[in-house]
């Protein structure tokens, strides 16, 4: 994001650059940020012991509706230890969305853990659960009490579905899925903080739930995490590694290698501010969604991803895919378009299969998910977009509608 503001900066050859610049998801502070932090600096709380931690972990628990939550400092960190807490070791593999920010897939890397790479579905842009279930059926077998896959040999422990842009996995065949395959199920809620599945929380029903707080998701922490679960003696083991694995702290006695994942205070208290105003800005979110969709209509070869019908999506970003024939040019020179006029609009993420560092690992049947790679564009969706700011948006595609040859 630095460079490409660097870049957008730089750019003062035309009268363009003078046009102010729309980001794409940057945080609003809206609430008591300043007071809470401020209390942390008049009362030298400022690390990681402190009542804003607890306060933000109960507080992150109960909006989710999740019996036990354990802040940490990154979505990146919460989703090790929610694996390592699910019992996922070293050699074991971990079935993911190849279609995803990278981090989920690191973390299971970070367990000596290998990903297995499930195609994606174009509705929800999440995990596709009948591929997912070809995979189990055909390509594993079940030895020595474990679930095997066929082709590495290794055990397949869990399943890492990621709820993407705010709208939650069809959760009941997944579980229903991991529960007839005996696969712990870590859910990855970085993007999807207050969405919904048939009126459950995201995070309320799951085994092991992680979000994140980074700076461009819906509420943040400058940067944080919470790993959320029902089973006490999950969060237990979670806060415990995440804690530097203590089991003597006054003699320094440690039984295990532990992590020093714990959330400062400073930030706990800007993410509780934060958590109080998150149902305002999911409802302002939807409203940017309505606004982008009641305007990007008619609009030949550009389909908008809306909720399904048993979804409640928080909406963090507004998503269209473009498709080039009907439209006239690439998602990709539509953002080019899109960036020069000052608009920031990003193209989704390269699926994880075809990235170098796992490039020879197992990815099964994908082919949807590179389809909406190629498709795929994010649109300015920040709390605070003025309707200006969003006709801004929609004039800026309309005007590269069939405009511009593919390269
Ligand atoms: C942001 C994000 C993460 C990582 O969160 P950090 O807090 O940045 O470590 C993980 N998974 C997904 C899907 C994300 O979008």
Avoid at 195 to 212: P, W
Avoid at 235 to 256: G, M, N
Avoid at 341 to 369: E, G, M, T
């Amino acid at each position: 994001m630095a460079s490409f503001l660097t870049m957008m900066t730089q750019n003062t050859t035309t009268d363009k650059s003078e046009l102010p610049f729309i980001p794409l998801a940057v945080p609003h502070l809206g609430g008591n940020e300043w007071k809470y932090v401020k209390e942390c600096l008049d009362t030298s709380w400022v690390s990681s012991a402190g009542l804003y931690v607890d306060r933000f972990e109960a507080k992150v628990a109960d909006y989710t509706k999740a019996g036990y939550g354990v802040a940490v400092v990154s979505g990146t960190a919460a989703l090790h230890i929610a694996l390592m807490t699910a019992g996922v070791r070293q050699d074991d593999e971990v079935l993911v969305p190849t279609l995803t920010f990278i981090a989920p897939v690191n973390a299971v890397s970070y367990c000596g853990a290998h990903p297995v790479f499930i195609d994606s579905e174009s509705q929800t842009l999440n995990m596709d659960i009948s591929n997912l279930t070809d995979f189990l059926e055909n390509e594993c077998h079940v030895r020595g009490g474990e679930l095997v896959n066929k082709s590495t040999g290794r055990t397949v422990r869990a399943v890492l579905p990621v709820h993407l842009f705010g709208h939650p996995t069809d959760m009941d065949i997944l579980y229903q899925t991991a529960q007839r395959y005996g696969l712990r199920v870590v859910e990855d809620a970085s993007q999807s903080i207050g969405g919904r599945y048939k009126n459950l929380m995201i995070g309320e029903r799951g085994d092991i739930t992680c979000f994140s707080f980074n700076g461009n998701k819906i509420v943040t922490t400058g940067g944080g995490g919470v790993i959320v679960t029902n089973n006490e003696a999950a969060s237990t083991r979670a806060r415990y590694l995440t804690t530097q694995a203590k089991d003597d702290p006054f003699e320094y006695i440690d039984h295990s290698i532990g992590f020093n994942y714990r959330l400062p205070n400073i930030n706990a208290a800007l993410g509780l501010a934060q958590m109080e105003q998150l149902d305002g800005f999911i409802k302002r979110k939807r409203a940017i969604w309505e606004k982008y969709a009641a305007k990007l209509t008619d609009i030949p070869g550009l389909r908008i991803i809306n909720e399904a019908a048993w979804a409640f999506s928080t909406y963090w970003t507004t998503n269209v895919l473009i498709d080039e024939k009907g439209f006239g040019t690439t998602a990709r020179i539509l953002a080019l378009a899109l960036n020069e006029q000052r608009i920031q609009a990003r193209l989704f993420w390269q699926p994880i299969h075809l990235q170098k560092p796992y490039k020879n690992s197992q990815a099964y049947k994908v082919q949807i998910a590179e389809n909406l790679y190629k498709c795929g564009l994010s649109l300015p969706s920040s709390v605070g977009i003025t309707d200006e700011e969003i006709d801004r948006v929609v004039s800026a595609v309309r005007n590269k509608q069939g405009n511009g040859k593919c390269v």
